[in-house]
């Protein structure tokens, strides 16, 4: 059992994903294309970031169109682990299998930097191993969550924000919050705890070589849900 | 002449026609017997380009001969290939400098965009997977005061927009930009520098040609489809800036990194077919030089049907489309019958990949438009037999002048208002709000992230080795001794590469001067090439490519000689990497150096301090020993490799007191030095002590336990001396002896060094 990563035209962290999940996490991932329309054989999807389709319309909203995206909708109906970070976040959120948006940075500008991240849930299986507070990298112009009064309310009270950005001893400060998202969201997650959408990038923080590897607690769900098959 | 005025005058090849392409009038008689008939508006156009500076390297070639490794290559078997810097376990890599600053002076977004593009085709047009983007950027002052207010503004415009369109393009195409580096000079006020450096990875077994070959071999046209813009992009680079910049805008292309990202990667896929014969990206000059290029290197022809290029426009002329700097675009020779295995990964990822014509045996490239031949032209002529200048080079008065400046009318700054002044300054200061804007961490090889090292260190998969790289120069330095400066600009950045435990092993050069008709700037130039290339010999970095822009001027003047270079240094095992500071343990630290002639001016000749401070740019800067830099660069390397080091950072801009306050902040901690014997000794003053600038001198860090033990290691040549150490102070403290020099506080040191640029740059 295998986990697919989907490429999109513009993906460009497709590979990392790729070499995250097989080479430092032992979960088997291969590659699917945007125009495929089968995820059978697989357990878990990772949506990965980039710049779909040149993001020239909204982030996410051309891939939110793709053939395979309607398999993921089906994918993530049964109950299966799909994961999207960064522009893979942006897709989850145009194909409505996670409610709200992400706008422009507050500040206007790209951000690539290591920030903190304060788990808020434990719901379902992405967060069940991760620490309290943990360290990811960003690299995004366009992560400013927002969402509605209503679906704020709901998320808060169904235990679906998945994290906040923080700082290092976990406390929720306006310089914390990196893009000014609403609430300081940084990653939420689906009814049923098997969608994980957030801009951090899990997949960047799998080996100490690159600083960090707290992005293992978070994919690490993919081993056991594998372990299951 | 403005480009829709040429082309009015289509009928005629009137003086104005080719004066205004650039070509001067014995040029073109040069073209007239060569082709032994009057050229059509589209072949006069073909010569204009690759007979332009930026294509012919009409001004530097005769001097780029300085260079070994290129004067080996021209005089052996050809330049293709010089290019790769072997690393071990069957991987090459091949980088190279590009710059792009006219464009970047008129539409700042799209120019330094391009620029990024333009480089990344250069490196994945041979097979190679681009890995890291380094940029060096030059604009003028965007402080207050630093030049009237119209200016200072309009270079804080150049400089945000720049930035964007590096990170808008880079982010976009997957190109982690890991290192770079800013500086700030009135004289780059109306013409900034933006050269952008690409670096890939290859099997060297699977490296690409450019030579066309096989007759009947079909010509594949590849990515974006042609339009107008960017016409004569390659004439405009070789040419001032002036008041009618605006009209240029034309000129500038437009990029499109998505579609870059698609070629990028339909590219390698297709090249792994072994479908294709030979490929070559078309940067500027676009259709013209790809395929004279490729012929004239396959020593074939090509006979190209310009009906079947895929256009933006249906109405665009034989002398538009074959001088269209349109981006996004490549050329390819496939095998005979394996077009479509091309054809079709190209069109998987959504991109155009259309036969456009053949190779034929005959050396000449033949254009044909609506069943018209509209050019036809020996490829050889174009591409070998561009006319090569040299100007007998002036030495200017300011460089004795330089040699005889004194110091005596120098005061003593107090330490800690120089300490603030040269933190502050925009050429010095942290430059964390710009390179924060980069994605420098995409394809998660990234080790040492930008501001963390003297170099950035790569980690790529397939391999345990590392690759630092750095790009670096000092153009003060440079104008007021181009000879030592070149030798200092090789020294400073294998030097940086070093102190992160890469060892140098290859070069690359991205050359800014001015008009190299005017003889000061010949001289400059010819100084500056022949100290490169002296130090790169005996620093074992060949230089394996380069870059020459000329005509760096504008209203407001000529830029300030700036030579840039790139290094590339090899550790043996990437996670061994050192950064310049250490957050964990003890650490003590020593200064590591070798013995200098300590110049004429107590090493604040050329300096920052002279210049930040007293507002002064003179003198000479200290020379370096560049046998002892190598020496100094092995030891670095091995101690990191044996684990001997935990941080390391040279002394250079700004002096030691400026090092060791880098260093305080990047361990996020105290540090307290005492400067007994040393090689400040014999140094009278002491700001000379504080903020002279060394070659050679390295400070690092070592385990306590290690201490005693660091002098041993040292080669015959070196030196050192025990400074100090890191502290759970919360201040940085110089003494000497008895004596306190300087004592800050940290906040005091992140405050002075991080607030400048965001203050100015910020709305």
Redesign the interface.
Same mark, same amino acid.
């Given at each position: 059992m295998k986990v697919a990563v989907i490429r999109f035209p513009g993906s460009n962290c497709d590979q990392d994903a790729f070499h995250s999940l097989n080479d430092d996490l032992g979960v088997s991932a291969e590659y699917v294309w945007h125009q495929d329309n089968s995820l059978s054989g697989y357990e878990g999807v990772f949506l990965p970031g980039g710049f779909s389709y040149g993001d020239y319309l909204r982030c996410g909203a051309m891939a939110a169109q793709s053939t395979i995206m309607q398999e993921v909708r089906r994918f993530a109906s049964e109950g299966k682990l799909v994961i999207g970070a960064c522009n893979g976040f942006q897709v989850l959120c145009e194909t409505h299998l996670l409610p709200g948006a992400l706008l422009l940075n507050e500040q206007q500008k790209f951000i690539c930097q290591d920030v903190y991240l304060r788990r808020e849930s434990s719901h379902g299986p992405f967060l069940a191993n991760v620490p309290d507070v943990i360290s990811l990298p960003i690299a995004h112009g366009e992560g400013r969550y927002i969402a509605d009064d209503e679906t704020l309310k709901r998320l808060n009270g169904e235990g679906l924000v998945a994290f906040r950005y923080c700082d290092g001893a976990g406390n929720l400060t306006s310089d914390s919050n990196i893009n000014g998202s609403v609430e300081s969201i940084a990653g939420i997650l689906s009814q049923n705890g098997n969608v994980l959408g957030l801009m951090p990038h899990p997949e960047r923080a799998t080996k100490a070589l690159l600083g960090g590897v707290d992005g293992r607690t978070i994919l690490g769900a993919f081993q056991l849900a594998l372990s299951k098959v | 002449m403005k480009p829709k005025a040429i082309l009015k005058r289509m009928d005629a090849i009137t003086p104005d026609v080719y004066l205004s392409m650039g070509l001067t009038e014995s040029e073109f008689q040069k073209i007239l017997t060569l082709m032994g008939r009057t050229p059509t508006l589209t072949e006069i156009g073909m010569f204009a380009v690759m007979w332009s500076e930026h294509c012919g390297y009409k001004y530097s070639r005769p001097i780029l001969r300085y260079f070994k490794k290129y004067r080996d290559a021209l005089d052996g078997e050809g330049l293709e290939n010089a290019g790769i810097i072997p690393i071990g376990d069957g991987l090459g890599i091949v980088m190279k400098v590009e710059s792009h600053n006219h464009p970047s002076a008129v539409e700042p977004y799209q120019g330094a965009a391009t620029g990024v593009g333009g480089i990344i085709r250069d490196i994945f047009t041979m097979g190679a997977r681009p890995i890291a983007g380094l940029n060096s950027l030059r604009f003028g002052p965007i402080h207050e005061g630093g030049a009237e207010s119209e200016v200072v503004l309009r270079n804080r415009y150049l400089c945000e927009h720049v930035v964007?369109g590096i990170?808008?393009y880079g982010?976009?195409?997957?190109v982690p930009t890991v290192a770079g580096e800013v500086a700030f000079h009135p004289r780059y006020s109306g013409n900034p520098l933006v050269n952008a450096m690409a670096v890939g990875i290859v099997k060297i077994d699977e490296v690409t040609t450019a030579g066309a070959a096989g007759e009947g071999n079909p010509v594949i046209y590849l990515g974006s489809a042609t339009g107008k813009d960017g016409i004569h992009g390659a004439t405009f680079a070789s040419d001032a800036l002036g008041a009618e910049n605006e009209d240029k805008r034309p000129n500038v292309q437009i990029g499109?990194?998505?579609?870059e990202?698609?070629l990028i990667e339909a590219t390698l896929e297709a090249l792994k077919t072994g479908a294709i014969q030979s490929i070559q990206d078309m940067g500027a000059a676009g259709l013209t030089c790809s395929t004279v290029e490729m012929s004239s290197k396959g020593e074939v022809g090509m006979d190209v049907n310009l009906d079947l290029v895929p256009m933006r426009e249906s109405d665009m002329s034989a002398y538009e489309l074959m001088l269209s700097e349109s981006q996004e675009r490549m050329l390819c020779v496939a095998f005979k019958g394996r077009e479509q295995e091309v054809i079709s990964v190209f069109e998987k990822?959504?991109l155009k990949a259309v036969v456009i014509g053949h190779v034929t045996p005959n050396g000449l490239v033949t254009v044909r438009r609506h069943g018209k031949i509209e050019a036809q032209v020996v490829a050889s002529q174009l591409a070998d037999e561009c006319p090569t200048y040299t100007v007998i080079p002036e030495e200017p008065g300011y460089y004795r002048a330089a040699e005889s400046f004194s110091l005596d009318d120098v005061p003593v700054t107090p330490a800690e208002e120089a300490l603030s002044k040269l933190m502050s300054a925009p050429s010095l200061a942290s430059k964390e709000w710009i390179?924060?804007?980069?994605? $420098?961490?995409?394809?998660?090889?990234?080790?040492l992230?930008p501001g963390q090292g003297d170099a950035a260190v790569l980690?790529p998969?397939g391999t345990d080795k590392g690759l630092a790289l750095k790009i670096d120069g000092n153009s003060r330095w440079v104008y007021l001794n181009p000879y030592v400066g070149g030798q200092l600009a090789v020294a400073e950045a294998c030097r940086n590469v070093a102190c992160t435990g890469g060892l140098p092993v290859g070069a690359t050069d991205g050359l800014n001067f001015g008009n190299p008709t005017y003889p000061h700037v010949y001289w400059q130039f010819e100084r500056a090439v022949k100290g490169i290339a002296d130090a790169c010999e005996i620093m074992q970095t060949p230089v394996v490519s380069g870059n020459v822009s000329f005509y760096n001027e504008s209203d407001l003047g000529e830029v300030p000689p700036t030579p840039l270079i790139g290094i590339l240094g090899i550790l043996n095992h990437? $996670?061994r990497r050192i950064g310049m500071g250490s957050t964990l343990g003890q650490v003590d630290l020593h200064l590591v150096w070798y013995e200098n002639d300590l110049g004429l001016h107590q090493g604040l000749g050329a300096s920052s301090y002279l210049a930040e401070v007293h507002g002064i740019e003179s003198g000479w800067p200290v020379a370096p020993n560049l046998p002892l830099e190598r020496v100094l660069c092995e030891w670095l390397a091995s101690q990191v490799d044996q684990q001997r080091l935990k941080l390391a950072h040279d002394v250079s801009e700004g002096g030691l007191a400026f090092c060791l306050a880098e260093i305080a902040l990047a361990s996020e901690r105290g540090l307290e030095v005492n400067l007994q014997n040393g090689p400040w000794d014999p140094l009278t003053r002491p700001d000379s002590v504080l903020f002279g600038e060394f070659p050679g001198w390295v400070v690092v860090g070592v385990d306590p336990d290690d201490t005693a033990a660091l002098s041993g290691t040292l080669p015959p040549g070196l030196r050192s001396n025990q400074l100090g150490r890191l502290t759970s102070q919360e201040w940085l403290l110089i003494r000497q002896n008895d004596q306190i020099l300087l004592q800050t506080g940290q906040e005091t040191l992140y405050h002075w060094h991080n607030s400048c640029i965001p203050q100015v740059l910020w709305h």
């Open positions: - | 964007a990170g808008g982010n976009c195409v997957g499109d990194p998505f579609a990202k698609l990822w959504g390179f924060r804007q980069y994605d $420098s961490q995409v394809q998660t090889q990234t080790s992230p980690a998969r990437a $996670s």
